[in-house]
């Protein structure tokens, strides 16, 4: 199973969202580990339940982020995170139901996830960021 990669594009520029953005990535790839290798539900579920309390963390935290710097867009960027939380929290109910989805499932739903609302939404707040800032956008 191909595993998720970083790409350099998906660097908002801040810091801490940045490290966290890769610590889900990382848990996300030892999930598609635990998976491919059949190690079960033992230890399929301590990784999906972290995956879930840390991206519970992340959301929380660029909420809370938004808001300090009245960021206009925060209520369609809030929206996008409940409808991401509802998708991963069904996702990790089936990975513990008696029919499972696989690790092919896994890296779509991650693809989606994780890496596209990085890309169209995360992205967009740390441009609005920056110019506050006077940093001027990146090309
Ligand atoms: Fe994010
Ligand atoms: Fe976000």
């Not at 191909?2 to 801490?16: A, M, N, Q, S």
């Not at 879930?52 to 996008?80: C, Q, S, T, V």
């Amino acid at each position: 199973m191909t595993k998720l990669r970083w790409d350099p594009c998906l660097d908002t520029g801040i810091e801490e969202i940045d490290w966290e953005h890769r610590r889900l990535l990382n848990i996300a790839n030892r999930l598609l580990d635990a998976m491919t290798r059949g190690k079960g539900e033992v230890a399929v579920r301590p990784v999906s339940r972290d995956l879930l309390r840390h991206a519970e963390e992340h959301f929380a935290h660029e909420e809370a982020y938004m808001r300090d710097m009245g960021y206009p867009g925060i209520e369609a960027h809030i929206k996008e995170h409940v409808g991401l939380r509802k998708s991963a929290e069904k996702f990790v109910a089936a990975l513990e139901s008696d029919d499972p989805p696989g690790a092919v499932q896994l890296n779509a739903l991650m693809s989606h996830w994780l890496l596209d609302h990085i890309l169209k939404l995360d992205k967009q707040y740390a441009a609005f960021s920056r110019e506050r800032a006077g940093k001027g956008q990146c090309p």
